[in-house]
C-alpha cells in the first residue's frame, strides 16, 4: 500500500518543519490531495493514524482537501475541468488535453503549538 510512504514521509516532513519553528507539537497538518492523483483519502486517514503515534503529530487532526483535476486543452487553448488522468476535452472531445492540476499530493499548511 503506498499510502503508508506517502504518509510516512507527509509525518517526516511535517515533523522536521514543526522542530525547525521550535514547535512543541502539530495541531493540524492540511494536505492537498488531487482527484487524479492514485491517492485513496480513507487509506491516507488509515495510515496517518498508524503513523503519528509517538511523533510530534500525535495529537494533529489531518485535513484532507481535495484537489479537482484540470488540464490545457492543446485545441481549444484554455483549461477545461478533467475528469480522468488521460480524459478528453470534454468541449471539443480531443485527447490533446495536458493535465495541469488534480495530481498532487503535498502539505498546504500546518498548525503548530
Ligand atoms: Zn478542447
Excluded at 522542530?19 to 485513496?40: F, K, P
Aim: proline share 3%; hydrophobic share 40%; glycine share 8%.
Amino acid at each position: 500500500m503506498h499510502e503508508m510512504s506517502l504518509m510516512e514521509s507527509v509525518v517526516e516532513i511535517a515533523c522536521e518543519t514543526a522542530a525547525q519553528h521550535g514547535a512543541t507539537g502539530i495541531r493540524v497538518i492540511r494536505l492537498d490531495v488531487g482527484r487524479l492523483s492514485h491517492v485513496d483519502p480513507d487509506a491516507l486517514m488509515f495510515c496517518y493514524d498508524a503513523i503519528r503515534r509517538g511523533s510530534l503529530a500525535e495529537d494533529a487532526a489531518l485535513e484532507i482537501n481535495r484537489i479537482a483535476g484540470e488540464g490545457w486543452c492543446l485545441d481549444c487553448e484554455k483549461t477545461v475541468p478533467l475528469e480522468e488522468r488521460f480524459g478528453a476535452c470534454p468541449e471539443c472531445g480531443r485527447s490533446r488535453v495536458q493535465m495541469t492540476a488534480g495530481d498532487e499530493l503535498k502539505i498546504r499548511d500546518l498548525e503548530v503549538i
